[in-house]
T-cell receptor, first 112, second 118 residues
Framework: DQQVKQNSPSLSVQEGRISILNCDYT??????FLWYKKYPAEGPTFLIS?????DKNEDGRFTVFLNKSAKHLSLHIVPSQPGDSAVYFCAAHGGSQGNLIFGKGTKLSVKP | DTEVTQTPKHLVMGMTNKKSLKCEQHMGHRAMYWYKQKAKKPPELMFVYSYEKLSINESVPSRFSPECPNSSLLNLHLHALQPEDSALYLCASSPTPDLRELDYNEQFFGPGTRLTVL
């Protein structure tokens, strides 16, 4: 049973437009969420995180929104660039031992 | 030095071989992790070392044996693997195990070792 769900396996966006990647979770004990970006043949690279005490965190072109009541978070990339094309993983952390639970990922393609 | 390094990048081994994967970080991180990632799947946690002690073993078969010789090094010893163990093995580290303790406390991942078991 998936505790972290990314229901869109892929997303295609035009350069300059907004990319919105969604993530849902089922475990209300999760209290810290992270987004990672992964290129083929590389390890995941950390992008941005959000604690459950916040509903928004922004870093440059990347903004993460958290709706605790809906157990939903989203990553907004504005403006999208071709170099953003990668697989994006949502991950949740719910304990003191650092174990992250990853969603299946969404492959983002940004077209010039 | 702000990266996690992993060696080798690629490894091909037979089912009777014994091999080891190595992971190293010099960021002073006190938590280190092994993940396994199959094609088109998310990374799955295998082991967590917290302050050089094994704190989580996610029911991993004993043919995988982790070792943390010191705070900068993490090894994964492999013996009698099966072809279905072929995957990308990722190492990660974080300043502390509890990611909520600090701001900007995330897991940094290495590039992975692509393992093929024949």
């Amino acid at each position: 049973d998936q505790q972290v769900k990314q229901n869109s396996p892929s997303l295609s966006v035009q350069e300059g437009r907004i990319s919105i990647l969604n993530c849902d979770y089922t475990n209300s004990m999760f209290d810290y969420f992270l987004w990672y970006k992964k290129y083929p043949a590389e390890g995941p690279t950390f992008l941005i995180s959000i604690s459950s005490i916040k509903d928004k965190n922004e870093d440059g072109r990347f903004t993460v929104f958290l709706n605790k009541s809906a157990k939903h978070l989203s990553l907004h990339i504005v403006p999208s660039q071709p170099g953003d094309s990668a697989v994006y993983f949502c991950a949740a952390h719910g304990g003191s031992q650092g174990n992250l639970i990853f969603g299946k990922g969404t492959k983002l393609s940004v077209k010039p | 030095d702000t990266e996690v390094t992993q060696t080798p990048k690629h490894l091909v081994m037979g089912m009777t071989n014994k091999k080891s994967l190595k992971c190293e970080q010099h960021m002073g991180h006190r938590a280190m992790y092994w993940y396994k990632q199959k094609a088109k799947k998310p990374p799955e946690l295998m082991f967590v070392y917290s302050y050089e002690k094994l704190s989580i073993n996610e029911s991993v078969p004993s043919r995988f044996s982790p070792e943390c010789p010191n705070s900068s090094l993490l090894n994964l010893h492999l013996h009698a693997l099966q072809p279905e163990d072929s995957a990308l093995y990722l190492c990660a580290s974080s300043p502390t195990p509890d990611l909520r303790e600090l701001d900007y406390n995330e897991q940094f991942f290495g590039p992975g070792t692509r393992l093929t078991v024949l």
